[in-house]
């Protein structure tokens, strides 16, 4: 038997050292266009998010999360291949998305998951890799919105938000509960034109939002920004986003035309009374005594924010419903729960409203996660991460190995609280969907902790660098300043091993 003993103690030793995967049920959230500016636990200082905040106070928060192409459909395609955009084919909204190739969702059901896709998917192509998907056409509508089930089309009386809840839950009581799952909710919104659910119809009525301290800015030494299409005060439509009538005269666009359509069509009998009784209201006030000027951009910025709040009040309150009921089933021990947005969006600032480029309230966006036993990170996560890498992040707690041609990082370690020395310090941008609406040009960047350095290109040749620790808000390109030459041409080098790390050959 003493031949035995040492064989022995080294099994246990390495049992109890290997960290087998834990396998958990993973719930991955995700809005469309919710800015981190928008959310209790970053400091929102505009609404309160206490449903999300949840998440996070019970585990943790990421405050540097990045995506890598700041659009709906890139984000998504990135999310899912955990590849930057010129690698998984989708560099803009335009393309369809190439269904066939590895996605996280197809190996986790391959290793034994039930996989299912319930709310916005916004890539053209079928969905595969989900045991059951239910989805939104294109954009999808906030009421009464049509969903397309397995194939199936076919339309759902009420509020887009709620209802894609309502699904999620009802596929977590139906589902195999002797198998692993992963959910992804995909909501629509808080997207483009702010709809919101009727029974936040009084919500923030009578507040006057904070300004942002830059949205009177003058865009000097910074081309790219002058000439964008996304102002609050210039390209914000009276009607199709404000849901101000009569402000336009005969001067609709065909998507004002669409909208208006919509609300006297698409709304059911009680909606539109809703509808009429909050907007017509607000359009007889705004028409018999109009702004202009500052005024009126300030006016624009406050009825915008309202409506965009709302939408994200009826996000918490559902997510509030996901996490009571997976505590009431006993899942909250066994399941990763993950909260996230497609990608940032401005709430005014430089002006704007929109996402696409890479300065901050565009390229980063919220994320928060509780998680289940067996990772004991709690609290504030400081490093930066990706979209690229939720992916092999999953496959990693599934105890899938990631496929070599995912170029994200799994988060792993991050969240079991361990060391991370050699975690990355930098990261790459790319955008490219121009020309198309909004009038963004194509470009691509590095972000360091510190600096961030960004190169315009196509119909412009136009470099912007900043420094994040004395201009968080990117007001002075420092391109030109000689006090940052050497910063300048470490951060080009950098940015070209980046390129080359990922593979991007060209900047087409």
């Keep these: 038997m003493r031949h035995l003993v040492l064989p022995t103690l080294l099994l246990l030793l390495w049992s109890c050292t290997r960290q087998e995967p834990l396998r958990p049920n993973i719930i991955f959230i995700m809005t469309d266009d919710h800015a981190y500016q928008a959310v209790g636990a970053y400091g929102s200082e505009i609404n309160n998010t206490p449903n999300l905040d949840r998440i996070a106070d019970e585990g943790i928060i990421f405050r540097n999360s990045f995506v890598c192409n700041s659009i709906c459909a890139p984000s998504r395609a990135a999310l899912l291949t955990g590849k930057h955009s010129h690698i998984n084919g989708h560099i803009d909204n335009r393309h369809r998305f190439d269904s066939s190739q590895v996605t996280f969702p197809k190996l986790l059901q391959q290793a034994g998951y039930q996989t299912a896709l319930i709310g916005k998917w916004h890539l053209k192509s079928e969905p595969t890799g989900f045991d059951y998907w239910n989805i939104l056409p ?3 509508s906030y ?7 397995m194939g199936r089309t076919y339309r759902v009386p009420g509020y887009a938000t709620t209802i894609i809840t309502d699904m999620a839950l009802d596929w977590m009581e139906k589902r195999d509960r002797d198998k692993p799952f992963c959910l992804l909710v995909h909501h629509k919104a808080p997207h483009r034109n702010w709809m919101p659910d009727t029974a936040d ?3 923030y009525d009578g507040t006057v939002f904070p300004v942002p301290e830059t949205f009177f800015d003058t865009y000097q030494g910074r081309q790219a920004a002058a000439e964008q299409e996304m102002s609050v005060m210039k390209d914000m439509r009276m009607s199709y986003d404000l849901k101000i009538t009569g402000a336009d005269g005969d001067s609709l666009s065909q998507s004002e035309k669409d909208y208006l359509w919509y609300v006297n069509h698409r709304l059911s009998p ?3 009374k809703a509808w009429l009784r909050e907007y017509d209201s607000i359009s007889r006030a705004y028409n018999s005594n109009p702004p202009a000027g500052d005024s009126l951009a300030l006016y624009k910025l406050n009825r915008y924010l309202t409506d965009y709040l709302r939408t994200i009040q009826s996000v918490d309150r559902n997510t509030g419903r996901l996490l009571d009921y997976l ?4 899942l909250q021990k066994n399941t990763l729960v993950v909260y996230t947005s497609d990608q940032g ?3 005014g600032e430089h002006g704007w409203f929109d996402k696409r480029f890479m300065y901050e309230e565009s390229f980063r966006t919220p994320l928060m996660m509780r998680l289940p036993e ?8 400081d490093q930066m991460v990706q979209n690229i890498d939720f992916a092999p992040t999953f496959l990693e707690l599934a105890g899938v190995t990631p496929p070599k041609e995912m170029q994200g990082v799994s988060l792993v370690p991050l969240l079991r609280g361990s060391k991370t020395k050699g975690w990355r310090d930098a990261l790459y941008y790319h955008y490219y969907e121009y020309p198309a609406e909004h009038a963004v ?3 691509y960047g590095i972000r360091t902790d510190r600096y961030k350095l960004i190169h315009f290109y196509n119909d412009i040749d136009r470099w912007e660098l900043y420094d994040l620790s004395i201009d968080p808000h990117e007001m002075s390109n420092l391109i030109d300043d000689s006090a940052y030459d050497r910063i300048e041409k470490d951060l080009r080098k950098r940015l070209d091993g980046l390129r080359k790390q990922y593979s991007v050959t060209e900047e087409e």
């Design 138 to 140: 294109g954009q999808g």
């Design 143 to 149: 009421y009464n919105p049509d969903f397309i089930e």
């Design 201 to 203: 119809f009084d919500l």
């Design 270 to 272: 009680e909606q539109r």
């Design 327 to 330: 505590e009431s089933e006993g």
């Design 345 to 347: 969006f401005y709430l």
């Design 374 to 381: 067996g990772l004991t990170a709690h609290g504030d996560i």
């Design 441 to 443: 040009k194509r470009h």
